[in-house]
Nanobody, 119 residues
């Protein structure tokens, strides 16, 4: 079944905010990190932000100061708060979890959620 489900995307004006959510399946064990990636048409998928099991965070330079990644363990959910959005943030945003399913370590991806920022 689906391992990760993203939500929260939408259309916003430049300068606006969105909060993305990623619900991670409890079938994924020993997760080492969860990351938010994005992919714009014709461009390579890129890491936006990540958070480790120890709650260490990393951000792309383009996201620093504007985006915040966090998690709620009780809800098995990772969030990406995006403020001061720019048109160049327009992309499909994907959640990725690194962990184990049935003893096999892999990267698991959600279906993506569209973020569109108008100028």
């Amino acid at each position: 079944q689906v391992q990760l489900v993203e939500s929260g995307g939408g259309l916003v004006q430049a300068g606006g905010s969105l909060r993305l959510s990623c619900v991670v399946s409890r079938n994924i064990f020993s997760i080492s990190a969860v990351g938010w990636y994005r992919q714009a048409p014709g461009k390579q998928r890129e890491l936006v932000a990540s958070i480790t099991s120890g709650d260490s965070t990393n951000y792309a330079d383009s996201a620093k100061g504007r985006f915040t990644i966090s998690r709620d363990g009780a809800k098995n959910t990772v969030y990406l708060q995006m403020n001061s959005l720019k048109p160049e943030d327009t992309a499909v945003y994907y959640c990725n979890a690194r962990g184990y399913i049935s003893g096999s370590f892999d990267n698991y991806w959600g279906q993506g959620t569209q973020v569109t920022v108008s100028s």
